[in-house]
């Protein structure tokens, strides 16, 4: 590895700062492992932790969780949980249910979430949510909804409907947002899988028109790309190409991050359409 590498300097400036001193406590690791995992050096934030015994503290065992994750060992993160002494924290639930979610470990991630409620983790949204959309990754619908009755936070319902939306049941996404929108809340992602999910249920104009009413009337919310993402599918369920490329042109007016599946799926409204065209009357 060259000396003029960007990631070489950066591993050296954090020996430097390890050659000045040993780390005092985990919480100093922690923020050391956090540096490294932020320039995907995973492995070396998880063997300074090891190396320093840190992974015995709540601090630390988070830190070699958030490691797991920059380098998408999922696996790797359950199982330093399982093997750590240190005390699980709110923090430490909800990346596990991140980690159940990546692997589409459904019923894990519904037995982190029991033992969260036995100390009193498990009302709290970050937790919750990340056991619904748990549930979701792994088409386990019916547990995302089942968490949604018990627990009508916004977060929870908005991963509930994007549970439904990967499932495609576009019926039961609908009607987790009609309860989202009652009880006062305002979600842009739950809003954004409710209209995804009427896109892939076929539903394109009812799609449009979600999107239309929480989206682009006065005073709406921000979709985001996401959001565009889901209004694009639906113009490409029903070959609607002209206001694919009005959503494009909303994206840049918005100086949004260009996203390509946003102009695949936009592409892909230009093909029905022109498929529809050429198809032969009968």
Same mark, same amino acid.
């Given at each position: 590895?060259? /000396? ?26 922690? =923020? ?12 070396? +934030?998880?063997?300074?932790? &090891?190396?320093?015994?840190?992974? $015995? ?5 988070? /830190? ?19 093997? /750590? ?5 709110? &923090? ?24 969260? +409620?036995? &100390? ?11 056991? +619904? ?8 619908? /019916? ?44 979600? +842009? ?28 009337? %006065? ?35 918005? %100086?949004?991050?260009?996203? $390509?599946?946003?102009?695949? =799926? ?5 093909? $029905?359409?022109?498929? $529809? ?6």
């Amino acid at each position: 590895m060259e /000396a003029s590498n960007p990631e070489h300097q950066f591993v050296l400036q954090v020996q430097r700062l390890l050659r000045d001193g040993p780390l005092q406590n985990a919480e100093e690791g922690a =923020i050391c492992a956090a540096a490294l995992s932020r320039q995907r050096l995973w492995e070396e +934030a998880l063997q300074l932790l &090891v190396k320093n015994e840190f992974l $015995k503290e709540t601090a630390g065992l988070n /830190a070699g969780i958030n490691a797991c994750r920059a380098g998408f060992q999922w696996e790797l993160a359950l199982h330093l949980a399982a093997e /750590a002494s240190a005390t699980w924290d709110a &923090v430490t639930y909800s990346m596990l249910l991140a980690a159940c979610s990546r692997g589409s470990s459904w019923e894990l991630a519904l037995e982190f979430l029991r033992n969260a +409620a036995h &100390v009193g983790f498990a009302r709290l949204s970050h937790v919750s949510s990340a056991a +619904a959309s748990a549930c979701g990754r792994a088409s386990a619908w /019916a547990a995302a909804l089942a968490l949604a009755a018990r627990d009508r936070d916004e977060a929870v319902l908005a991963a509930a409907i994007d549970a439904c939306r990967r499932a495609q049941q576009w019926e039961a996404a609908l009607a987790l947002f009609g309860t989202l929108k009652s009880s006062g809340h305002r979600s +842009a992602a739950g809003a954004g899988a409710a209209v995804s999910a009427l896109a892939h249920g076929s539903r394109w104009e009812e799609a449009l028109h979600l999107f239309e009413s929480e989206f682009q009337l %006065q005073e709406a919310m921000n979709p985001g790309i996401r959001g565009f993402a889901a209004a694009l599918q639906a113009c490409a369920a029903g070959g609607h190409w002209q206001i694919a490329l009005s959503f494009l042109e909303e994206i840049e007016r918005r %100086q949004l991050p260009p996203d $390509k599946r946003c102009f695949d =799926i936009a592409l892909s409204a230009y093909r $029905k359409a022109r498929e $529809k065209v050429s198809r032969p009357s009968l």
